[in-house]
């Protein structure tokens, strides 16, 4: 059965950082684009970053520049590099598998999902 798995979240003052990453099992994810979200409480999830089986990286813009996306060297890992951390990231983050050639950027687009770590930035 196929399973994502976050871990890395927490607590964290403004302008710290954090690391998150995910760990997909249960198929052979290397050409799955896989993708991070967030959902913050009231708001709808929203896409935040996503790497292609290649390892190309795409962002939202509130996050370019400071989050980086990668995948590891077995290519069913996700990590998602968070710096200079704002109080408006906090919200909980879901890692995504997504399908093959899919929009990078919706929810529709991804077709298993992980149970989500909660990020909280203090200001």
């Known amino acids: 059965q196929e399973q994502l798995v976050e871990s890395g979240g927490g607590l964290v003052q403004a302008g710290g950082s954090l690391r998150l990453s995910c760990a997909a099992s249960?198929?052979?994810?290397?050409?799955?684009?896989l993708g991070w979200f967030r959902q913050a409480p009231g708001k709808e999830r929203e896409f935040v970053a996503a790497?292609?089986?290649?390892?190309?990286?795409y962002y939202a813009d509130s996050v370019k520049g400071r989050f980086t996306i990668s995948r590891g060297n077995a290519k069913n890992t996700v990590y998602l590099q968070m710096n200079s951390l704002k109080p408006e990231d906090t919200a909980v983050y879901y890692c995504?598998?997504?399908?093959?050639?899919?929009?990078?950027?919706?929810?529709?687009?991804?077709?298993?999902w992980g149970q989500g770590t909660q990020v909280t930035v203090s200001s």
């Open positions: 995504a598998a997504g399908r093959p050639g899919a929009i990078l950027t919706t929810t529709r687009s991804y077709e298993y």
């Open positions: 249960g198929r052979t994810f290397s050409y799955y684009p």
């Open positions: 790497v292609t089986w290649s390892g190309e990286g």
